[in-house]
């Protein structure tokens, strides 16, 4: 969190939290609630999330980001639970679970594209990778 942030409201976001709030205000959308709401039919996150807010009387945006912390911790305790059948040292073990934490801070393709993209020092790596990729197809080793 500390290293990438906190970002309410993008990627999948924008079908989810329109979906929780139609459920927290049914009236809230009207017209067209189904353009989101049929995407979330496969899923119990936004009936998780609206429950939650109704149950601890939070904020939305404050119980996303509670829920958010809650999720890194279980998936980084849950790397410490594997990593201790892995590992027999302790610094070995930590050390997995740092790997974990900070390949969390790495953007997926979509955001990686939407930041390189919009980003004026993403013009010279876009070269290199376009270069790197020229010198690949011409069969030139990069190593």
Not at 3 to 30: F, T
Not at 105 to 116: E, F, N, Q, Y
Not at 118 to 135: D, G, N
């Amino acid at each position: 969190m500390l290293v990438h942030g906190y970002h309410l409201g993008i990627e999948d976001q924008g079908v989810y939290l329109p979906g929780i709030k139609q459920l927290l205000d049914p009236g809230i959308y009207p017209y067209d609630a189904n353009f989101f709401l049929v995407q979330l039919q496969a899923t119990l996150f936004d009936e998780l999330i609206a429950g939650s807010v109704r149950l601890t009387h939070l904020p939305l945006v404050w119980t996303l980001f509670l829920w958010h912390l809650g999720s890194i911790f279980l998936l980084l305790l849950g790397c410490r639970a594997i990593s201790r059948r892995c590992f027999r040292e302790p610094a070995a073990q930590w050390a997995a679970v740092g790997t974990v934490a900070a390949l969390l801070t790495l953007p997926t393709a979509v955001s990686a594209k939407r930041t390189l993209l919009a980003r004026k020092e993403s013009t010279a790596m876009r070269r290199i990778s376009f270069r790197s990729i020229e010198l690949e197809e011409d069969g030139t080793s990069l190593v």
